[in-house]
């Protein structure tokens, strides 16, 4: 965005960028689960993420990424980031269980 150096693609301030739709609209139901995980993961009793590492993570995606994801598709990458960089959950893991929510996805559609 710009030629700010310092500026990342999110740093929205000062820009013009077109007008903010505010109606409500309904959200689907992965995003409503994306919404529902960083709850769980940030509620006090698990503190496994925070707001701030939840946005320090959509800061910190490149400009296509980020242009080329929605709301909660940053919200997910941000969230994944994290856990994988924690050690909370490892790449082979999350493969695995990728894995599985596709199988289950294919067996679904059949």
């Keep these: 965005m710009g030629n700010d150096p310092g500026r990342g693609v999110h740093d929205m301030g000062g820009l013009p960028a077109g007008s ?6 309904a959200h689907a139901p992965w995003e409503k689960r994306v919404d529902a995980l960083m709850v769980l993961l940030g509620s006090p009793e ?3 993420i925070t707001v701030d590492q939840l946005r320090r993570g959509i800061e910190q995606l490149g400009t296509e990424a980020y242009e080329a994801m929605s709301y909660y598709e940053r919200w997910m990458a941000s969230i994944t980031n994290t856990l994988l960089a924690e050690g909370v959950i490892s790449s082979d893991e999350l493969g695995r269980r990728m894995a599985e929510v596709e199988k289950r996805g294919e067996e679904g559609a059949g």
């Design 46 to 48: 698990r503190r496994v």
């Design 20 to 25: 903010v739709e505010r109606a409500e609209h």
